[in-house]
């Protein structure tokens, strides 16, 4: 009876955790963040989002803000699997929409992306390829989706994640059968296919100083000596809480925009041990206050980009069992600190 007692005591006490944790702590600052973003100097604050998102109501009246978000990165439907699931049969379906969005609620557009190692379609990854038979497949998936969308995208993330931690080339099926030169490759012929967009290689991890960054910077001097196109990198900025260090993500920032590129935070989210409480939620609002008030401080940091903005549609609880409650908007869209934290370092002011 005593342990049925404690044991019922003890599931209403987590319950009652979970109930607060979740809705006490809120943002309090007005201010829309893509206006605030411009205010400061930078080109956007923007969103991930993804299709099957868009049937949900409330999430799709946020997201078409534009005040609130100036800028859409597709999560899924541009990738490989999506878009040229066998080869040379093309589908834009997903990708079109998103940017049929953008253009309606006047938002710029970051295409993601070209090159991948995930979610590639099966008769790539397992394709037994050779240099000869994969760099024409490269120019071919490249050039048909970048000319697709070509004069519409203001950036594309061309290369994703090219590097291990360690800063060695990581060894997916490009790299294995074309060596490095597969992303001069890519970049050459989505220049070709589209001369306005802004080509970035686009890596996590960046953000703290250490071989990974190093390897980038020497990445993209070869790149540059070489007269390839490359225009930016991006800084993924997926993070854990407490664990944001903005004089290191300075530096490296500066490492980049030292070489004439710009940089931007392509996939900003802050993950937490759950159960959330109230202190990690101020911590986090501190965290994305200096990644934000870092790109503020940088003046070729064009913008900031959030992988989604709400814990509704996060991908981090599915690929990070215990974590989540990583983005500036709850699971009832309603703000959190950390869209204060945001707010702060784009008015650089303490409201
Ligand atoms: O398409 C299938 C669908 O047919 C199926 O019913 C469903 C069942 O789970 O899965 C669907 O595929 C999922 C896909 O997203 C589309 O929703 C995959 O399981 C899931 O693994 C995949 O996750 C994506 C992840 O990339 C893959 O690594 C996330 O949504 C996407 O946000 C995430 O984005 C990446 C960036 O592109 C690069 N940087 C890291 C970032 C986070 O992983």
């Given at each position: 009876?005593?342990?049925?007692?404690?044991?019922?005591?003890?599931?209403?006490?987590?319950?009652?955790?979970?109930?607060?944790?979740?809705?006490?702590?809120?943002?309090?600052?007005?201010?829309?963040?893509?206006?605030?973003?411009?205010?400061?100097?930078?080109?956007?604050?923007g969103t991930a989002t993804d299709?099957?998102?868009?049937?949900?109501?409330?999430?799709?009246?946020?997201?078409?803000?534009?005040?609130?978000?100036?800028?859409l990165t597709p999560g899924?439907?541009?990738?490989?699997?999506?878009?040229?699931?066998?080869?040379?049969?093309?589908?834009?379906?997903?990708?079109?929409?998103?940017?049929?969005?953008?253009?309606?609620?006047?938002?710029?557009?970051?295409?993601h992306?070209?090159?991948?190692?995930?979610?590639?379609?099966?008769?790539?990854?397992?394709?037994?390829?050779?240099?000869?038979?994969?760099?024409?497949?490269?120019?071919?998936?490249?050039?048909?989706?970048?000319?697709?969308?070509?004069?519409?995208?203001?950036?594309?993330?061309?290369?994703?994640?090219?590097?291990?931690?360690?800063?060695?080339?990581?060894?997916?099926?490009?790299?294995?059968?074309?060596?490095?030169?597969?992303?001069?490759?890519?970049?050459?012929?989505?220049?070709?296919?589209?001369?306005?967009?802004?080509?970035?290689?686009?890596?996590?991890?960046?953000?703290?100083?250490?071989?990974?960054?190093?390897?980038?910077?020497?990445?993209?001097?070869?790149?540059?000596?070489?007269?390839?196109?490359?225009?930016?990198?991006?800084?993924?900025?997926?993070?854990?809480?407490?664990?944001?260090?903005?004089?290191?993500?300075?530096?490296?920032?500066?490492?980049?925009?030292?070489?004439?590129?710009?940089?931007?935070?392509?996939e900003?989210?802050?993950?937490?041990?759950?159960?959330?409480?109230?202190?990690?939620?101020?911590?986090?609002?501190?965290?994305?206050?200096?990644?934000?008030?870092?790109?503020?401080?940088?003046?070729?940091?064009?913008?900031?980009t959030v992988w989604d903005?709400?814990?509704?549609?996060?991908?981090?609880?599915?690929?990070?069992?215990?974590?989540?409650?990583?983005?500036?908007?709850?699971?009832?869209?309603?703000?959190?600190?950390?869209?204060?934290?945001?707010?702060?370092?784009?008015?650089?002011?303490?409201?």
């Open positions: 009876m005593l342990l049925l007692a404690s044991a019922l005591f003890l599931a209403l006490v987590q319950a009652s955790v979970a109930l607060h944790t979740s809705t006490s702590a809120k943002a309090t600052s007005t201010v829309a963040l893509n206006t605030a973003a411009k205010a400061a100097g930078k080109l956007y604050f299709n099957p998102e868009l049937t949900d109501k409330a999430y799709a009246t946020l997201l078409n803000n534009t005040m609130m978000f100036g800028q899924n439907t541009m990738k490989w699997y999506a878009t040229e699931p066998e080869k040379n049969v093309f589908n834009f379906t997903g990708g079109d929409q998103i940017v049929a969005l953008a253009k309606a609620t006047g938002k710029i557009i970051r295409g992306n070209l090159i991948w190692h995930n979610q590639l379609p099966d008769w790539v990854t397992n394709g037994s390829w050779t240099p000869e038979t994969l760099a024409p497949v490269i120019e071919t998936h490249v050039r048909t989706e970048a000319s697709h969308y070509a004069g519409k995208m203001y950036s594309w993330d061309v290369i994703n994640e090219p590097l291990y931690d360690n800063g060695t080339m990581r060894a997916n099926v490009f790299y294995q059968t074309l060596d490095s030169s597969y992303i001069s490759i890519a970049l050459r012929a989505a220049h070709a296919a589209d001369p306005k967009a802004k080509l970035y290689i686009n890596d996590y991890n960046l953000e703290s100083t250490g071989p990974k960054i190093d390897a980038m910077v020497h990445l993209v001097k070869n790149l540059l000596a070489a007269g390839v196109p490359i225009h930016g990198i991006g800084f993924q900025g997926h993070f854990i809480l407490g664990e944001v260090y903005p004089s290191q993500l300075q530096t490296n920032m500066e490492r980049i925009t030292a070489l004439s590129l710009e940089v931007a935070v392509t900003l989210d802050i993950r937490i041990k759950l159960p959330a409480t109230d202190a990690d939620l101020e911590q986090q609002k501190a965290d994305y206050m200096s990644v934000v008030q870092t790109c503020v401080a940088v003046s070729k940091c064009v913008g900031v903005y709400t814990d509704r549609h996060s991908w981090i609880p599915s690929f990070f069992p215990g974590y989540g409650e990583a983005c500036p908007w709850d699971v009832n869209l309603v703000r959190k600190p950390a869209y204060d934290g945001i707010a702060m370092a784009f008015k650089n002011c303490t409201m």
